[in-house]
């Protein structure tokens, strides 16, 4: 889904374009690796709450990386409503409701 997402152009990845899109209010969702420095995951936490996006601490910088096609990504910013939404039912766990697509 992310690979997906930044194929449509709806996601930006890296530190800085990530912080950026917070920001200037186009992220709606963040996704920041596990294994992330500290320093990396405050930041994104204070932003997003500051913002109100909804951030998850997913996977690790290689598995973000290769499914963006890139070597290491500590995090990633969706800028599409739809695919934030796809992607934050596949980090729950939580079903899609009937009858939506």
Not at 15 to 34: D, N, Q, T, W, Y
Not at 63 to 91: H, K, N, P
């Amino acid at each position: 889904m992310l690979g997906l997402a930044r194929k449509a152009g709806q996601l930006v990845s890296g530190e800085f374009s990530s912080e950026k899109a917070v920001k200037e209010g186009i992220a709606r969702l963040v996704i920041v690796a596990s294994d992330a420095s500290d320093n990396t995951k405050k930041l994104f936490s204070d932003k997003c709450r500051s913002y109100a996006v909804p951030l998850r601490v997913w996977s690790d910088k290689e598995s973000i990386g290769r499914a963006l096609g890139q070597r290491y990504r500590a995090s990633a910013a969706v800028t599409d409503e739809g695919f934030a939404a796809a992607l934050l039912r596949i980090m729950d766990g939580t079903p899609r409701e009937r009858g939506t697509k």
